[in-house]
């Protein structure tokens, strides 16, 4: 039987190491300098672990008879997830394909992994300060709240890992709203994906939003990944690529999109919306995907859920 179980990183990574070494340097190949962080890749609870599906091919591949039993129990599993995940047909008929195969069959468990952990993954994007409150903290208390409130219910809809872009302003904003509940759910993550190393040099030092607040983001996250460490700072259209090639490993990642806004995500839309930034971008791009997106506006503070 497939089995999803909480793992550590690290034990999980040697016992893998130790019972099945090839599938381990092939799982190495697979996410090594992914834009995935490692919460996701293992240690949520609803990831397969893939060592027990390994033990299920080996279990059930020897045989073409016994193949519609590991793909019973492969649907089976989907159906008692708290989402009511389904593997895809196109999964299942490509383990049918190569059930021979091992050597095939690795790389495709290891994606049914990930489309299992990027449905309990939410991003964010929203507004630079100059777009919300400035820079005084105590004018962001009201947009907390509603921050926190959507987080809570999704956490109660098994989303467990946030992810942000390290922007001033909602994405800083959304970090320590994850953040301040972390007492009250211990198992939630704090993901920070930052878009090139320097992002915070143009910034003031202290104050809401600057440099200061920045390292103490990345001193209090779970994970920091870098999305293109490559990028050439001094070079404005290399970094506005970086920004948003961000945005879409963010999007890609997620299940859920947080959006917070002034411009509605029906205005977005439109063929007649012309906006360029960066909160338009992702947006668009989530709703190319088919996310589901969630939408506050900083001014009315009103939620609207399951937008696309």
Same mark, same amino acid.
């Given at each position: ?8 990183y ?33 240690s ?43 593997f ?54 009201? /947009? @907390? ?9 999704? #956490?109660? &809809?098994?989303?467990?890992?946030? +992810? %942000? ?36 040099l143009?910034?003031q ?36 690529i ?44 989530? /709703? @190319? ?9 900083? #001014?009315? &503070?009103?939620?609207?859920?399951? +937008? %696309?």
């Amino acid at each position: 039987m497939i089995i999803a179980m909480q793992c550590d990183y690290e034990n999980y990574n040697e016992q893998l190491k130790q019972q099945y070494p090839q599938a381990y340097e092939k799982y190495l190949d697979t996410i090594t300098n992914s834009a995935i962080p490692k919460c996701i890749r293992l240690s949520n609870s609803q990831i397969i672990h893939i060592s027990d599906e390994l033990q299920v091919i080996n279990m059930y591949a020897e045989t073409e008879e016994q193949l519609d039993k590991c793909k019973v129990d492969m649907i089976a599993y989907a159906k008692r997830t708290e989402n009511e995940i389904r593997f895809s047909l196109d999964n299942i008929m490509a383990v049918e394909e190569v059930v021979a195969t091992k050597e095939i069959i690795e790389p495709i468990l290891i994606e049914n992994a990930l489309i299992i952990a990027q449905c309990t993954t939410c991003c964010v994007t929203g507004h630079r300060p100059k777009d919300l409150y400035g820079y005084d903290r105590k004018a962001y208390s009201g /947009l @907390k709240k509603a921050i926190i409130e959507s987080i809570r219910e999704m #956490i109660k &809809l098994g989303i467990n890992i946030y +992810i %942000n872009g390290m922007a001033q302003g909602a994405d800083q904003l959304f970090f320590w709203c994850v953040h301040s509940l972390k007492s009250e759910y211990p198992n939630i993550r704090n993901v920070c994906y930052i878009p090139f190393n320097g992002q915070e040099l143009k910034w003031q030092v202290d104050g809401a939003f600057g440099q200061d607040d920045y390292n103490l983001v990345l001193k209090y996250a779970d994970e920091v990944i870098n999305c293109n460490p490559n990028c050439n700072k001094e070079n404005n259209q290399d970094v506005i690529i970086s920004l948003m090639e961000r945005n879409t490993k963010m999007i890609k990642q997620s299940s859920i999109i947080l959006a917070i806004t002034n411009n509605s995500v029906d205005n977005i839309k439109t063929k007649e919306y012309k906006g360029k930034g960066g909160t338009a971008d992702a947006i668009k791009k989530a /709703l @190319k995907l088919k996310k589901e997106i969630w939408e506050i506006n900083p #001014i009315s &503070l009103k939620t609207i859920k399951n +937008i %696309n």
